[in-house]
């Protein structure tokens, strides 16, 4: 069975540091991979996509792919209280394109 | 206005009930799934369908059925609900040329007492 897993946490990190959301996945052929963030309560909302190995940045946010060591992560630089969400990570189907596997979420708290 | 709409946003229904679960998008997006979400267990697939002719089952679909109506609307049926289907539901649809990024509605919240 695909699965993609995350430490579900509590993560806790002082505002203004570095919180690093990390996630493995076992579909060897997965190509693509998405961090959502979701409020309690709230549905998931996309953050970034990654599809190539290396890094990619936007703003305060940096995702991770590693597809040999199949391992995704996400650092939010400069904290803030804002920040504090669950973070979901999925991988894309390889066996079935338009199909997402979920883990499970990582729950982040920025204390100030 | 969202792209993505669920109606009702909160139910409280009985066992044995059947209930629906309305879905609408002005994404002009052609694909369309149905998420639950249960505390620590993250979101699990129902169905999900390609296009209107399209329905597929995904890891969880026993006891609900859904109806692709148009390929802006997408509702998931409970036809006898049960307690342990108390849970958060979400509706999500993406566009076949652009990748696999799924958009989420805001979410339905169901309980059955």
């Known amino acids: 069975q695909k699965e993609v897993e995350q430490n579900s946490g509590p993560l806790s990190v002082p505002e203004g540091a570095i919180a690093s959301l990390n996630c493995t996945y076992s579909?060897?052929?997965?190509?693509?991979f998405f961090w959502y963030r979701q409020y309690s309560g709230k549905s998931p909302e996309l953050i970034m996509s990654i599809y190539s190995n290396g890094d990619k940045e936007d703003g305060r946010f940096t995702a991770q792919l590693n597809k040999a060591s199949q391992y995704v992560s996400l650092l939010i630089r400069d904290s803030q209280p804002s920040d504090s969400a669950t973070y979901l990570c999925?991988?894309?189907?390889?066996?079935?394109?338009?199909?997402?596997?979920f883990g499970q979420g990582t729950t982040l708290q920025v204390k100030p | 206005d969202a792209d993505v709409t669920q109606t009702p946003r909160n139910r409280i229904t009985k066992t044995g009930k059947r209930i629906m679960l309305e879905c609408s998008q002005t994404k002009g997006h052609d694909r369309m799934y149905w998420y639950r979400q249960d505390p620590g267990l993250g979101l699990r697939l129902i169905y999900y369908?390609?296009?209107?002719?399209?329905?597929n089952k995904g890891e969880i679909s026993d006891g609900y059925s859904v109806s692709r109506q148009a390929q802006a609307k997408f509702s998931l049926s409970l036809e006898s609900a049960i307690p342990n289907q108390t849970a958060l539901y979400f509706c999500a649809t993406s566009d076949a040329s652009g990748g696999e990024t799924q958009y989420f509605g805001p979410g339905t919240r169901l309980l059955v007492l």
């Open positions: 999925a991988g894309g189907d390889s066996s079935n394109t338009g199909k997402l596997i």
């Open positions: 579909d060897r052929g997965s190509q693509s």
């Open positions: 369908s390609f296009d209107v002719k399209d329905i």
